[in-house]
């Protein structure tokens, strides 16, 4: 009898351990093992998060979107097309935020500030805040792409182009107008950027190496995302009513470019497909 109990199989009560919905992170489960149960089931909750609230910054929206829907392959040329024109969007949303003065994007609320304090422009503030997120997440095993890296000079050169050539407007009327352009130009830009899918910059690369330490990707993001809102606010940043409207207007003005983009890939595929098929 002490033989045969020697091969009983007894299951021990699970340890306590952090939830994600479904989902139980154990004890005993090692890190790989971490790693993995939060990427199969946090993945699944946070597409559907996604698809409504994508974040409140536009590097955050990115990072999202890459971490929850697999990129499609597409030509080198296209995509490094399709990356610039995006980052192009970007520079020229945030700028008529800027110049509309009645806040910026929540991201640059953080860069209103380094540009502000460093008496540089708010390009290069995109350089070095961005420049020192990538430092850290090459420290976290996360080193940026040359793709990630081109997509933060490329905004930040639009940035300050379009600084440069537009001027600030008076009546208020039309800087709210700005307002909602900034918005669309922006979510334009993302959705060209993430149609493209080559980066998700430096917050992507900050949530990956959560992943890799069996933390929950999302919920990093949304603490990098808030701390740099607060610092930048702290800081003195240029917070108002349009970081606001941008915060909740950018998922459906995203949705809708992403929309956009997807019929115009299926119309593209219907125009050349063989008449005989």
Sequence with gaps: MSHLSHHNVTHDPPKAGWKWPGCVVNEDMTLSDRAHRTASSGRAVARTSVDWFSGIS???????NRMTHKPENRRSVK??????????????GVSLFVHARLGVPAYDVMLTALRDRLGISLGQAGWVFTGALFVVAALLKRPPKPSGIFYILANGVAV?????????????????LFVVMGTLSIASGVALVIH????????????????DRGRDPFTVRRWIELSIVAG????????????????????????????????????????LRPIWD
């Design 160 to 176: 300050d182009t379009f600084m440069a050539l537009i001027n600030d407007p008076e009546p208020l009327a039309i800087r709210i």
């Design 79 to 92: 995509q490094l097309i399709s990356l610039f024109a995006g980052s192009t969007l970007i520079g020229l």
């Design 232 to 271: 930048g606010v702290l800081l003195g940043g240029d917070l108002g009513i349009a970081t606001l409207f941008f915060v909740f207007t950018m998922a459906p003005a995203l949705k809708a470019g992403q929309q956009a983009l997807a019929d115009h890939r299926r119309g593209r595929a219907e125009r």
């Design 58 to 64: 536009r590097h955050g929206v990115v990072a999202a």
């Design 196 to 211: 493209a899918g080559l980066t998700g910059g430096a917050i992507e690369l900050l949530m990956r190496a959560a992943e």
